[in-house]
């Protein structure tokens, strides 16, 4: 395997896990979001999450694990005309469990590109010799 090659992998690696990271951040940044009807909290999820749809598969994309709550709050100025605010029901153990988890992924991808650079790099020192 050349070089290039692995680097592109790492590469690759760590623009995977990257767009990971991020879309785990984007979940625990709306978990104490409120919203006005349950539609429009799946809608602004869906649209959040559309442009991560290219790099991440549709498994890690779907919304089927994710619904809303209705909470009672007439104070609320995202409250319906019965008073209730809805948010969107994200388990934030899971969400900081992917954070982990890709992080760790990002960090190995970065050393296995270092690795490789260092290889490269004493394969030249020897040739000069």
Known sequence: MSELSINNIAGMGMDYERTRIEMAMLRLSLVDVSFSSSAEAS???SNAQSKFSNQLSSSELSNKNITTKSISD???PNADIHGNAYYLNIDPTKEMATLVA???AYEANVKAYNINAQMVRSALELGAK
């Open 74 to 76: 007439p104070t609320n």
């Open 102 to 104: 890709a992080t760790r």
């Open 43 to 45: 809608s602004f999820l």
